[in-house]
């Protein structure tokens, strides 16, 4: 019995690091994500049947794969009962990879790649996309990827279900991009990762400050995929990631509300990761093809080693942010200079760059300009503008946290 015990513990220990990428290697041999995902199921059921008799295989990996595709082909053929269409299906997978075959000869890591770019390609809503590669590539339940995204389980659901037919009927190849093909193909992936940490690292709403699962399935992904592909503005995505994980723990206090970067505790900060992320960001600064990411991340790296929010270097901030502007010219990247052209030259300078911003009718719904015009105000001395810009910013967010910050940052200017 305690054998028994012990294979079984075995099979969980394998379906938790191995079964994203036995599925891979099934949705590429069946071509059919719902076949696949089924044939997963009924390869780890067959295992807990014999593995406790027979033993652990010498290769878990391709057991599993192979009794999944065998038994994906049996559930075909009996369908073919019914729908004679699928009997010929069936044979064409059968024959397509032969016993003789090294079916297996694709690396896994490829498999897992390919997964990532369809999961994530760019005729899928942003919506459909993560929700496809939290279902598809992290493992998450249709509950959990709900529950993350404050959305109902049916929605969740429907959006899967959509992208899944999108890609069938449109013929997506599953295969890595073209080498011509891979730059925009890879934005979309790093796109949709960085969207998925930043609602992990920064929910839009709800309760909760942090959604701490969704940043590390975005941190596993982006370890992932600058093995597949070292670029540099993988490479910097995942610095990135890994230094603003590195704050999780000191940007709530215990009554789980917002610190601010100035007010955190920065002996909290994990400093194994900072340097990991450190050495990343240099890699991917000293590589050709750096990007938004990239310098990012290095603004990021440059908060990480001040040893206090005054003695951060405010000069190199601002200038990694005349670059990213340069790069990609945004409201939101210029607003974000504003704040750290505040600290090098004053509020007044800040103030400027916001007013100009809203000049041009931009980001008059983004809570985060708002609540830094009322901060700028503050420290001018103007405590009736900076309660005003202060409720326009409460006005704007749904985050509770968020919210709990601006309304006591309110009472402070009232007091």
């Known amino acids: 019995m305690d054998n028994r015990h012990h294979i079984i513990a075995n099979i969980n220990e394998i379906y938790r690091n191995e079964s994203r990428r036995v599925l891979a290697t099934l949705i590429r041999l069946l071509r059919d994500f719902d076949l696949a995902e089924e044939a997963l199921h009924d390869a780890f059921i067959a295992a807990l049947a014999q593995w406790p008799a027979e033993g652990v295989p010498h290769n878990p990996r391709a057991w599993l794969v192979s009794t999944g595709r065998f038994k994906a082909i049996d559930h075909l053929r009996r369908r073919a009962l019914f729908n004679k269409s699928l009997s010929g299906i069936a044979q064409e997978l059968e024959s397509s990879v032969s016993d003789s075959e090294d079916w297996f000869n694709e690396s896994i890591e490829d498999d897992q790649l390919k997964l990532i770019f369809i999961c994530c390609h760019p005729s899928l809503s942003v919506e459909a996309q993560l929700a496809l590669t939290l279902r598809e590539v992290c493992g998450l339940t249709t509950e959990e990827i709900a529950r993350a995204f404050l959305a109902t389980p049916s929605t969740i659901a429907q959006r899967i279900v959509r992208a899944k037919n999108k890609i069938r009927d449109a013929a997506i190849p599953y295969e890595i991009p073209a080498q011509h093909e891979l730059p925009e193909r890879l934005q979309s992936v790093l796109h949709t990762i960085y969207l998925l940490f930043n609602e992990g690292y920064s929910a839009t709403s709800g309760e909760s400050l942090t959604r701490q699962h969704l940043s590390q399935e975005a941190i596993r992904l982006g370890r992932l995929l600058q093995k597949l592909i070292p670029q540099a503005e993988v490479i910097g ?11 999780s723990t000191a940007r709530i206090d215990d009554k789980g509300d917002l610190l601010t970067l100035e007010l955190q505790n920065r002996s909290l900060w994990n400093r194994l990761q900072i340097e990991e992320a450190a050495q990343l960001i240099q890699r991917a600064l000293t590589m050709g093809g750096f990007g938004v990411y990239s310098v990012q991340a290095a603004i990021a790296a440059v908060h990480a080693k001040a040893p206090t929010y005054a003695e951060t270097d405010w000069a190199e901030i601002v200038g990694l942010y005349d670059l990213l502007l340069r790069l990609s010219p945004s409201p939101v990247i210029e607003l974000n200079r504003a704040v750290a052209l505040t600290m090098r030259d004053g509020a007044a300078a800040g103030l400027q760059v916001i007013d100009r911003i809203s000049a041009r009718g931009e980001l008059q719904d983004y809570y985060l300009l708002h609540a830094a015009r009322a901060d700028f105000y503050r420290q001018l001395g103007q405590l ?12 704007l967010t749904q985050q509770e946290p968020e919210r709990r910050f601006l309304r006591e940052k309110i009472a402070q200017l009232s007091r």
């Open 384 to 395: 009736e503008a900076s309660k005003l810009a202060y409720h326009q910013a409460l006005a």
């Open 237 to 247: 995505l995942l610095g990135l990631m890994l230094v603003q994980d590195s704050r």
